[in-house]
């Protein structure tokens, strides 16, 4: 397991909650640009959580003002076809969508271009009542590059997807909601208090089941119904080998809060 750094020059890393880890993105005055050193950052921390025994949730976080304004353009504007292709640019951030441990992103403010991407890559989003979301890469003579065209389609659908992709228009919390982006909007103060509470809740549980369930609803992107129904049943039954299982259904027939030890 990675060792957790003493401090991270574009995050700030907390543990507000047994079981939770809020990493929170850091770099103020560029509006949380996503830069190579802060996804490293990022990563870095995510995984280390990710293998942590001690840690059921992580909750990523930006400022009030933007959770991630995008990816920073001043850093790739120079940059050659060469250079991009050669290097694979945005591979690594694959890896966030990678984690096995469930992910929250709760956004305030600006989520655009790979900020939008970043807070899809999470499994839960919920936002803050003065979000704003969007993929405006268009005005900049690009297309999304880490998961825009993809993940955003299969939240909203073809034509809003198009709509965002083409336009390059935001929509707020409320349209984000009503699309399927996000799960829940709350007031912005309130906001990562919120979702840390549901990180709790989430840690709460087997971590066993928690992380099989994140599996098996994510491989539904990627298989037919009966393949997938094939495989929820697999890993239903892969459960009963467990001793969360055993655990969980005592303490349901015993009428008793189940302590599950993640095995």
Same mark, same amino acid.
């Given at each position: 397991?990675?060792?957790?750094?003493?401090?991270?020059?574009?995050?700030?890393?907390? #543990?507000?909650?047994?079981? @939770?880890?809020?990493?929170?993105?850091?770099?103020?005055?560029?509006?949380?640009?996503?830069?190579?050193?802060?996804?490293?950052?990022?990563?870095?921390?995510?995984?280390? /959580?990710?293998?942590?025994?001690?840690?059921?949730?992580?909750?990523?976080?930006?400022? &009030?003002?933007?959770?991630?304004?995008?990816?920073?353009?001043?850093? !790739?504007?120079?940059?050659?076809? &060469?250079?991009?292709? %050669? *290097?694979? !640019? /945005?591979? $690594?951030?694959?890896?966030?969508?990678?984690? #096995?441990?469930?992910?929250?992103?709760?956004?305030?403010?600006?989520?655009?271009?790979?900020?939008? =991407?970043?807070?899809?890559?999470?499994?839960?989003?919920?936002?803050?009542?003065?979000?704003? /979301?969007?993929?405006? =890469?268009?005005?900049?003579?690009?297309?999304?590059?880490?998961?825009?065209?993809?993940?955003?389609?299969?939240?909203?659908?073809?034509? *809003?997807? %198009?709509? !965002?992709?083409?336009?390059?228009? %935001?929509?707020?919390? =409320? $349209? +984000?909601?009503?699309?399927?982006?996000?799960?829940?909007?709350?007031? +912005?103060?309130?906001?990562?208090? =919120?979702?840390? *509470? !549901?990180?709790?809740?989430?840690?709460?549980?087997? $971590?066993?089941?928690?992380?099989?369930?994140?599996?098996? @609803?994510?491989?539904?992107?990627?298989?037919?119904?009966?393949?997938?129904?094939?495989? #929820?049943?697999? %890993?239903?039954?892969?459960? /009963?080998?467990?001793?969360? $299982?055993?655990?969980?259904?005592?303490?349901?027939? #015993?009428?008793?809060?189940?302590?599950?030890?993640?095995?």
């Amino acid at each position: 397991m990675s060792s957790l750094k003493s401090s991270y020059d574009n995050i700030i890393v907390s #543990e507000p909650s047994p079981g @939770v880890a809020l990493l929170t993105l850091n770099r103020p005055k560029a509006l949380n640009a996503l830069c190579d050193a802060l996804l490293d950052d990022l990563i870095h921390a995510a995984n280390h /959580f990710d293998k942590s025994k001690e840690c059921g949730a992580i909750v990523i976080t930006g400022s &009030d003002k933007a959770f991630a304004a995008g990816a920073d353009i001043k850093e !790739m504007s120079s940059r050659k076809f &060469d250079e991009v292709f %050669m *290097k694979n !640019m /945005f591979k $690594q951030w694959g890896d966030v969508a990678a984690i #096995e441990t469930p992910t929250i992103a709760a956004v305030n403010g600006f989520a655009l271009g790979g900020g939008c =991407e970043l807070a899809m890559m999470c499994d839960i989003m919920i936002a803050g009542d003065k979000a704003k /979301f969007g993929q405006p =890469e268009i005005n900049l003579g690009v297309i999304p590059g880490c998961g825009g065209t993809q993940r955003l389609i299969r939240a909203v659908g073809k034509s *809003k997807a %198009m709509e !965002m992709c083409l336009t390059g228009n %935001m929509i707020g919390a =409320e $349209q +984000a909601e009503r699309d399927g982006l996000v799960c829940r909007v709350v007031p +912005a103060e309130s906001l990562v208090d =919120e979702a840390v *509470k !549901m990180g709790s809740k989430i840690a709460s549980k087997s $971590q066993v089941a928690a992380k099989m369930a994140k599996e098996t @609803v994510n491989a539904a992107y990627e298989l037919n119904l009966a393949e997938g129904l094939r495989f #929820e049943r697999r %890993m239903f039954h892969a459960l /009963f080998a467990t001793e969360d $299982q055993k655990e969980g259904m005592a303490a349901f027939i #015993e009428k008793r809060d189940a302590n599950f030890v993640h095995r």
